[in-house]
């Protein structure tokens, strides 16, 4: 909340606005992320960010104190999943999507864990809002 009148950018902030960071546009802004809206995970390879450019749990006194718990969890759990199987729609879906404090789904898709060797891989087809923000053909 601003305290007083100011410019941003050589945009004027009156007193007393809200200013919020919007990880949503952030990390979408192609300077930084190349074909920010594929999905490629070897974007993450290089080297590390600084701050503030990505910021999925918050950033200064707001950031999460269990963010280095729940980055491992993450990547372990994925890793060992992925390795193994295959995740895919359960079926077509429509998925919409609501903006919180994070983007997220409107309706969360139901996904199906498949053994490679089992089935081919297929599953549903994503339709509506949700598949024009990312495109998963890689």
């Known amino acids: 909340l601003t305290t007083h ?5 050589s945009f004027p902030i009156p007193e ?3 200013i ?3 990880p949503f546009l952030a ?3 192609p ?3 190349p074909r920010p809206n594929e999905f490629m995970p070897e974007r993450w390879q290089g080297p590390k960010l600084p701050p503030f450019v990505y910021f999925p749990f918050g ?3 707001h950031y999460c104190a269990g963010r280095s718990l729940a ?3 993450m990547k372990t759990s994925l890793a060992f999943l992925l390795r193994r199987f295959d995740l895919v729609l359960s079926f077509d879906q429509e998925v919409d999507w609501k903006i919180d404090i994070v983007l997220l789904p409107e309706n969360d898709p139901l996904m199906s864990i498949r053994k490679p060797e089992a089935t081919p891989i297929g599953g549903g087809k994503l339709v ?4 024009e923000l990312i495109d998963l053909k890689s």
Do not use: D, K, V
């Open 5 to 9: 009148s100011t410019t941003l950018n």
């Open 16 to 18: 007393s606005c809200e």
């Open 20 to 22: 919020l960071l919007s």
């Open 27 to 29: 990390h979408r802004e």
């Open 31 to 33: 300077e930084r992320f």
């Open 59 to 61: 950033g200064g006194s």
């Open 71 to 73: 980055a491992q969890m």
């Open 128 to 131: 509506g809002p949700a598949r």
